[in-house]
């Protein structure tokens, strides 16, 4: 039989601010970082206890740029995380000094309750609990151990039909009925952690993205158990059930009558099946079954640095853009830019075997052609005259503000124009468009244009519809 949570995975469309909030505010462990066992190709962080043990884990699809997603019926709409009761009050003072807005603290269940919400928009409750820590938690500078988060504390689940919820988590996972809160039934595990499930008939469905719950795994002991469970559910018919060997544990995922996705793990082999606990967290694995990809899967995955380390510094422009830095970069950035149905990252893998040292820039189009992304000239620079965009006299530059200067096309006619960039790449002076010029490199195996940026250049590699160019 099941005993109490597993881990919890939600979607975030922002890696380093996730990293930051999970890492340097609440001082839990980066366990493993790995490409997606679904899709390699999507980077899933799993943050813990010291040895990522199950019941401390919150795990990460990272949507990068994704849209966000809506919390409603069918969906764990909290994440709670317990601690000390005594330390509640060391948690409100961080959050001040974090420039975090937090409520409470409140009581639920006779328990003190301080809410949060994370960079995507989930709601967090660190909970003052009796529970204690299934191992010891992570040294985090500025969090004494007494104060530090033990464990999942539990989760809340919005469902139509709660009562059938209810009884389908007491049946098949191990839970019982502990109180009833108005609108609110807490079941309880043997192993202490807890289920809300808040009846919500008449609330809107939830959506999937950015910010909202996947799925929650319940703990089974062992592949035996889990055998078990599989034939008991496929037994009901009113769910399909799918098991899965997912490296660190074997799991099954059913839907529960309120649609919620449900997981049940088994507790090993556990996150030190291919790190030791020294070293958990530091290496991006890929999946076994791609490994002949790892390099390029490595260098299409989104670069995230960890609190206290140098750090590429992103700016808020009107389109979406990624770096990929290499261990040794030699100060030269390639600019890539996508064909029609291609996004920001589609190049990256061939630009890094091109040129191995030098840091690359990813930009994706704003504009749709025949219903796919594509790239043109509005995204980065200035108004471009050719054959697929007419116009001349001034024009709003979407980087520099209205400017006067005409540029004609690209040679080819297609729609990568010559850009003239300011000079805001990683280690380069801030330079103002007075100070840009284009020049052309006619010995280049790369059709493009290099930018000269205060003394630093920028070579731009485009594709389109016909490939590289």
């Known amino acids: 039989m099941a005993s109490g949570i597993h881990h919890i995975t939600l979607i975030t469309r922002r890696v ?26 999507q980077l899933h962080l799993v943050y813990g206890d010291r040895i990522g043990s199950p019941g401390s884990l919150i795990t990460f699809l990272v949507w990068e740029d994704g849209s966000p997603g809506r919390i409603g019926l069918g969906q764990v709409a909290e994440v709670a995380l317990s601690v000390d009761p005594a330390s509640i009050g ?4 961080r959050s001040l000094q974090f420039g975090l807005k937090s409520i409470g603290p409140t009581q639920e269940f006779g328990e003190p309750v301080l809410r949060l919400t994370d960079p995507d928009g989930v709601v967090l409750k660190i909970v003052g609990s009796a529970l204690g820590a299934n191992a010891p938690s992570h040294h985090t500078h ?3 151990p007494e104060h530090a988060i033990r464990r999942i504390r539990g989760a809340t689940i919005y469902s139509a039909v709660a ?19 108005g609108a609110v039934q807490r079941l309880v595990s043997e192993s202490g952690d807890v289920v809300d499930v808040r009846e919500a008939s008449g609330f809107w469905p939830g959506a999937p993205g950015a910010g909202v719950v996947d799925h929650i795994a319940f703990r089974t002991p062992d592949l035996e158990s889990l055998v078990e469970a599989e034939r008991k559910l496929a037994s009901l018919n009113s769910s399909l059930t799918n098991v899965h060997d997912r490296k660190y544990f074997v799991s099954l995922y059913v839907r529960e009558p309120g649609e919620a996705l449900f997981e049940l793990a088994t507790d090993g082999p556990g996150m030190t099946v291919d790190e030791s606990i020294e070293t958990l967290g530091s290496v991006l694995f890929v999946p076994p079954s791609n490994v002949d990809q790892a390099d390029a899967i ?3 995955l989104p670069q995230f640095s960890m609190p ?15 770096f990929h830095v290499p261990s040794d970069p030699d100060g030269t950035t390639l600019v890539l830019m996508h064909g029609t149905g291609g996004n920001e990252a589609d190049l990256m893998p061939f630009a890094a075997r091109l ?8 930009v ?3 504009s749709v052609e025949e219903g796919r992304v594509a790239l043109v000239p509005p995204v980065l620079g200035h108004h471009v005259r050719s054959s697929r965009h007419t116009g001349g006299g001034s024009s709003l530059c979407r980087l520099h503000g209205r400017c006067d200067r005409r540029i004609s096309a690209c040679p080819r006619e297609t729609s990568v124009p010559r850009i003239f960039q300011r000079s805001e790449l990683p280690g380069s002076d801030h330079a103002p468009p007075s100070t840009l010029r284009p020049v052309r490199d006619p010995a280049s195996t790369i059709h493009g244009s290099r930018v000269a940026t205060g003394g630093r250049s920028v070579r731009l590699l485009g594709i389109d519809d016909r490939g590289a160019r």
């Open 308 to 322: 206290g380390e140098d750090r590429i510094q992103y700016l808020e422009l009107p389109f979406v853009h990624r």
């Open 16 to 41: 380093q601010t996730n990293v930051d909030f999970y890492v340097g505010f609440l001082g839990l462990r980066l366990a493993k970082r790995t490409g997606g066992l679904e899709d390699a190709e």
């Open 298 to 300: 490595r260098t299409r």
């Open 90 to 93: 060391f948690w409100v003072t």
């Open 355 to 362: 040129m191995p040292r030098a840091t690359l820039l990813g």
């Open 163 to 181: 009562e059938q919820t209810s009884v389908f988590l007491q049946n098949y996972f191990g839970y019982r009925p502990l109180k009833q809160a």
């Open 142 to 144: 500025g969090i004494e």
């Open 364 to 366: 994706r189009g704003r």
